[in-house]
């Protein structure tokens, strides 16, 4: 049986009915093992997500990676480790963010594009393929769950051929889906005192109220 969970209180601020789907369904994702894609634009919150998954999950160690990130040195080791001496400059041993994250969640982020070579190797993590770490002659299987965090619908990347249809059958267990701010603006109140407490906090004072013609120029922006 699972247990209850509760949602952080510094965690997705808001009270409309969209953004307590989106705290609900935080929960229920939290009390599955299953990997998840999370779809949403510049600012939705999907790190803040994938923080109150992990949070919620309640279990092994939250670990975050840019794409290129991965995309910028030898591919395999970033992603599996390497032993000393494995690859010219390779001066020590090293956990690869696939073993940094074995028993917790990998978080994959800015996803939208990636290499075909990358995507093979997430792949085999997905379908839990032996991995082999640069100079190992010895293999291991992955336990972790992988969250991906993309700006653009999956099916649209695979109609583009940026994303390969398998990987997408793989990571596609379960899907949550954030909207901008602009379309949910109820919550901006919530949203700028939950802002203003968490400085007034870091400073030790009292958090100010924000006046009404502030609060207005704030819904005024383009969000």
């Avoid at 291991?140 to 993309?150: G, Q, S």
Wanted: net charge neutral; charged share 20%.
């Amino acid at each position: 049986m699972h247990r209850m969970a509760t949602l952080d209180p510094d965690g997705f601020v808001g009270t409309s009915v969209y953004s307590m789907g989106v705290q609900a369904r935080i929960l229920f994702l939290g009390a599955e093992d299953c990997h998840v894609i999370v779809v949403g634009p510049t600012g939705s919150g999907k790190l803040v997500v994938t923080r109150l998954i992990h949070a919620a999950w309640g279990r092994g160690g939250l670990v975050r990676v840019a794409a290129a990130q991965l995309e910028g040195g030898p591919m395999r080791s970033e992603l599996f480790g390497a032993i000393r001496g494995a690859y010219t400059g390779a001066d020590r041993d090293r956990k690869g963010f696939v073993e940094l994250a074995h028993g917790g969640i990998l978080v994959i982020d800015d996803a939208d594009d990636w290499s075909p070579a990358l995507q093979l190797f997430l792949l085999d993590v997905a379908e839990q393929v032996a991995l082999w770490p640069v100079g190992v002659g010895r293999s291991y299987l992955a336990n972790l769950r992988i969250i991906v965090c993309v700006q653009t619908p999956p099916e649209q990347l695979v109609r583009e051929g940026r994303w390969r249809p398998d990987l997408l059958y793989r990571l596609d267990q379960e899907r949550l889906t954030l909207l901008p701010l602009g379309e949910h603006l109820e919550d901006l109140p919530a949203l700028a005192a939950h802002a203003l407490a968490r400085g007034a906090a870091a400073r030790g004072v009292r958090a100010p109220v924000l006046a009404p013609a502030a609060l207005r120029g704030l819904k005024a922006c383009g969000w």
